[in-house]
């Protein structure tokens, strides 16, 4: 079983075997087809579509797609990220992180974040000056600020914890 999210709005779940294959357990007349071109030949109840592969993004299991002129993202999930979840170990989980910690020794520069700061993965946090250099430090993941643990001129050793999240 797979299951498909289209645009992160619609949930499909698909079963196929050499035989029948299914979209939400309802039985579906389904064929697919690689062409000369690279695009994809599809029949789908009797429905002929050609699809495109705009992006493919193996490590993420994710395709955009573009039918009929229109573009779709799909993520794809097997059985075994279906297991991970269910044991909450899914990527997700891991991901999650609740501090960011200093590289290296150095100098704060810059604090580009508030408390209760909503921040998005690789968005600036601070900058932290190192032999010379200015690194940004970036956020991990998707996070609120909960406290920030230096100010500008503040001198941070290698593992001090800089930010926290919620």
């Keep these: 079983m797979y299951k498909a999210?289209?645009?992160n709005n619609h949930l499909f779940e698909l079963e196929s075997n050499q035989n029948t294959s299914s979209v939400n357990q309802t039985q579906v007349d389904f064929d697919c087809k690689m062409l000369p071109s690279g695009e994809y030949h599809i029949?789908?109840?009797?429905t002929s579509l050609v699809a495109k592969?705009?992006?493919?993004?193996?490590n993420e299991k994710k395709v955009e797609l573009m039918i009929e002129g229109?573009?779709?993202?799909?993520k794809l999930e097997d059985d075994f990220d279906l297991l991970l979840t269910?044991?909450?170990m899914d990527a997700s989980a891991s991901q999650k992180v609740s501090e960011v910690k200093s590289p290296m020794p150095g100098l704060v520069l810059d604090v580009k974040v508030e408390v209760g700061q909503s921040v998005t993965k690789d968005d600036?946090?601070?900058v932290l000056e190192a032999m010379k250099m200015?690194?940004?430090?970036?956020?991990?993941?998707?996070?609120?600020?909960?406290s920030i643990e230096?100010?500008?001129q503040d001198k941070v050793d290698k593992n001090q914890v800089l930010i926290r999240f919620e």
């Design 86 to 88: 269910r044991m909450g």
């Design 124 to 126: 600036a946090l601070m």
């Design 70 to 74: 229109k573009t779709y993202s799909v």
């Design 134 to 146: 200015e690194n940004v430090i970036a956020a991990p993941g998707d996070a609120v600020i909960a």
């Design 43 to 46: 029949l789908l109840d009797n």
């Design 53 to 58: 592969a705009v992006h493919i993004d193996r």
């Design 150 to 152: 230096v100010s500008p």
């Design 5 to 7: 999210t289209v645009n």
